[in-house]
């Protein structure tokens, strides 16, 4: 099965080169079919031409560069929009997901799932990030009764049929599984690697905690209910 790998980056120069050869490396080893979709969130460094240059030298990758930073959720959002497959994979820039880590994934989407969410079992990152992304997974196991241990692992693999309804804008990609599992969709857990990041500065922090916090009480509305939330529009920039 053919699918889509949708890489959102903000300010990774550093990194893409090195997760793109890892990404195809890792893929052409186990025989899959796939796309990759370079969404660049308005960087101010060069990675832009760093996917530029990436998406010159091979014909199934493709780069989509926004007008400015909007963020992740806008960035995944026409990552998605733009796959021309059903089936596609996110996972970060920073080098902290494996990719050979993805045919697991995509294999257990095969098998009926809906979503197939990474499970990050040995974290790499900070003491405090583990702590809160710990209060913040028991917080919606308790609020949704979802029963995935990892909910906002960057690394997952899911039909764009199925979470079409989800609005991923204003941090709500976050809670992407609560949302599919309130409404029914079927999801998976598998054990993945993660990593030290490789270069640079982790984008995570203050105002992404206030975000993911704001974005909570949308998501159990919009999950209880009929609510269609569209994502905030968006430019592209052509002829880059």
């Not at 733009?82 to 990719?99: I, L, R």
Request: proline share 3%.
């Amino acid at each position: 099965m053919k699918f889509t790998v949708v890489i959102p980056v903000y300010n990774e120069e550093g990194n893409l080169s090195g997760v793109l050869s890892e990404l195809e490396g890792a893929l052409d080893s186990g025989g899959c079919e796939y796309d990759i979709i370079i969404v660049d969130d308005g960087s101010s460094d060069g990675t832009a031409k760093t996917a530029r240059e990436s998406s010159k030298e091979r014909t199934n990758v493709s780069l989509i560069r926004l007008d400015r930073h909007y963020g992740k959720g806008v960035a995944l959002t026409a990552g998605i929009k733009n796959a021309k497959t059903d089936v596609v994979v996110s996972m970060d820039g920073d080098g902290q997901d494996d990719p050979a880590d993805i045919p697991r994934l995509v294999g257990a989407l095969n098998g009926g799932c809906d979503i197939v969410t990474g499970n990050r079992t040995k974290r790499a990152d900070g003491a405090c990030k583990r702590m809160l992304s710990k209060a913040y997974n028991l917080l919606l196991m308790s609020l949704f009764r979802v029963k995935t241990h990892d909910n906002n692992c960057p690394l997952k693999a899911f039909r764009k049929s199925s979470i079409d309804w989800i609005c991923l804008d204003f941090g709500l990609y976050r809670y992407m599984n609560p949302m599919a599992h309130i409404r029914g969709l079927r999801l998976h857990e598998v054990d993945v690697v993660n990593r030290p990041r490789r270069w640079g500065k982790s984008k995570y922090g203050l105002g992404r905690i206030i975000s993911g916090v704001l974005a909570l009480p949308a998501s159990f509305i919009i999950a209880h209910s009929r609510i269609r939330l569209a994502c905030r529009p968006y430019r592209l920039m052509r002829g880059l």
